[in-house]
């Protein structure tokens, strides 16, 4: 199955911006649709962004919807987020998801659908 590992978090200030990346393994990274979830402390685990298998449709939470954008790069195998206007809420670890079914076509939200995730990578927003 694919696996996934994050990368490009860190340390920022408000209203800084990061550009996450998500790399995947296989040769079938473009038949999944993807998200990113992010953790902050004390909290659960919250949707953040999705995007379809041909990067034809994604879709925010109300929280990021404006300030980040997702987008995928079939052919690196690789799903972005990229972070502007950082601010202090922000700050959590952000997990990349895939959904290998094979009878998804398009966007999901719920992070039970995702059965492939990355090991997180830190993002921290200071005021």
């Known amino acids: 199955q694919v696996q996934l590992v994050e990368s490009g978090g860190g340390l920022v200030q408000t209203g800084d911006s990061l550009r996450l990346s998500c790399a995947a393994s296989g040769r079938t990274f473009s038949s999944y649709t993807m998200g990113w979830f992010r953790q902050a402390p004390g909290k659960e685990r919250e949707f953040v962004a999705t995007i379809d298998k041909r990067a034809g449709t994604t879709y925010y939470s109300e929280s990021v919807r404006g300030r980040f954008t997702i987008s995928r790069d079939n052919a690196k195998n690789t799903v972005y987020l990229q972070m502007n206007n950082l601010k202090p809420e922000d700050t959590a670890v952000y997990y990349c998801?895939?959904?290998?079914?094979?009878?998804?076509?398009?966007?999901?939200?719920?992070?039970?659908?995702?059965?492939?995730w990355g090991q997180g990578t830190q993002v921290t927003v200071s005021s």
């Open positions: 998801a895939a959904d290998t079914r094979e009878d998804v076509f398009g966007i999901v939200v719920a992070s039970t659908s995702y059965d492939r």
